[in-house]
Each structure stands twice: as structure tokens, then as C-alpha cells.
């Protein structure tokens, strides 16, 4: 093996800048509707949506995760769908770059996992728009449990949605990519 093969080897995968993180969330953008299948049984709506129980058993959603969840925020909760099978979870998160979400990137994970592994489950993450908070928890689940790249996981969900979520989630996406990266050992990035 030549001295560049082995170089290049050594090298293998880094996260992304956020500068190019944001490309890839900027390109290709189309009009997103209240609701979008982001991945298989996996959806990102906005706040309307969560609250509509009849359009909710029309798509069959049988979790709801609440990313801005509390009464400062949108307030629904186990109570507000107590006259449904639908299983919630709340994250009390404000839309704020400053705010730190990555606790919850796990534990949320978890909950979207288990939802998933359950006969006919659905999952439906919101936020007040669908762009930010919820957008992050998903991207953070494709990367936990899917096993995607940051640039894979915006790639798959900004195919179906456009997502945004601010800079600082963006950022710390980024280091779950990293510290996933070390854990999994370093492969290829396929960005698109």
C-alpha cells in the first residue's frame, strides 16, 4: 500500500462544516405541506396538525412527540389525547440557539425506536412550524438508530421536507455526528 493510499485511509470521515450542513438544507427546497412522511412511519408537523385527533387517526399516528412542549409553548400532553391510543412525549424546548436539546436526543430516539418497533406504529414530531425543534429530534434519531451521517439524515428528511433547524441544534448535531463517528469508527460521507 502507497504511502497517499494510507494517508487517505487515515483520513476517512469528518462532520461537516455548518456551512455546509446549511447547503444542504437550503438546496432543493420545494413547498412543504402542515405534514410530511420524513421517513418510513416517521412525520414532521407543525402545531395544527398535532392538535387535529381526527387527521391523526386518519394517518394513523400512534405517538406523538411534542418538541415544544409546556404551557409557554404548545401545550398538549398525555391529557390532550386521552380520548386516543396515542402515546406522547414531551420536550420542553424553545426554538434558541443557545438552548441545549442534546439531552434529549437520546431519550427521544428511544421513544421514536420503540414507537417504530410496535405492530402498525407511527410517529409524529412536532413543533410550533415543523422547521426547527421537531426537525432536529428526528435528524438526531436517523442518526442514533439508522445509523446516518448528519449530511445523510438533512439529505433523507430535506427530500420530503424543508427543515431548518437554528444554528446552535445545527451545531450540536454536529458533535452527536462526531462523537457517533468515534463510536462507530470512521466510514465514507456520501453527500449528494
Request: aromatic share 8%.
Amino acid at each position: 500500500m502507497s504511502t497517499q493510499e494510507v494517508e487517505k485511509q487515515d483520513v476517512g470521515y469528518e462532520t461537516p462544516p455548518i456551512c455546509d450542513l446549511l447547503t444542504l438544507l437550503l438546496k432543493n427546497r420545494r413547498p412543504s405541506s402542515a405534514y410530511n412522511e420524513v421517513w418510513p412511519d416517521i412525520y414532521i408537523s407543525d402545531a395544527t396538525t398535532a392538535k387535529d385527533k381526527t387527521l391523526l387517526r386518519h394517518l394513523g399516528i400512534t405517538h406523538v412527540i411534542n418538541a415544544a412542549h409546556g404551557p409557554a409553548h404548545i401545550h398538549t400532553g398525555a391529557d390532550f389525547y386521552w380520548d386516543t391510543n396515542i402515546e406522547y412525549h414531551g420536550v420542553e424546548a424553545p426554538d434558541s440557539r443557545h438552548f441545549d436539546v442534546a439531552p434529549f436526543f437520546y431519550p427521544t430516539a428511544s421513544f421514536i425506536h420503540e414507537a417504530l418497533s410496535q405492530q402498525r406504529g407511527k410517529v409524529l414530531v412536532h413543533c410550533a412550524r415543523g422547521v426547527s425543534r421537531s426537525a432536529t429530534l428526528v435528524l438526531a434519531y436517523l442518526m442514533i438508530y439508522e445509523k446516518l451521517t448528519v449530511a445523510e439524515a438533512i439529505n433523507a428528511v430535506c427530500a420530503q421536507r424543508n427543515i431548518l433547524p437554528n444554528a446552535g441544534f445545527l451545531q450540536q448535531l454536529r458533535q452527536l455526528d462526531s462523537n457517533l463517528n468515534l463510536e462507530r469508527g470512521n466510514r465514507p460521507l456520501k453527500i449528494t
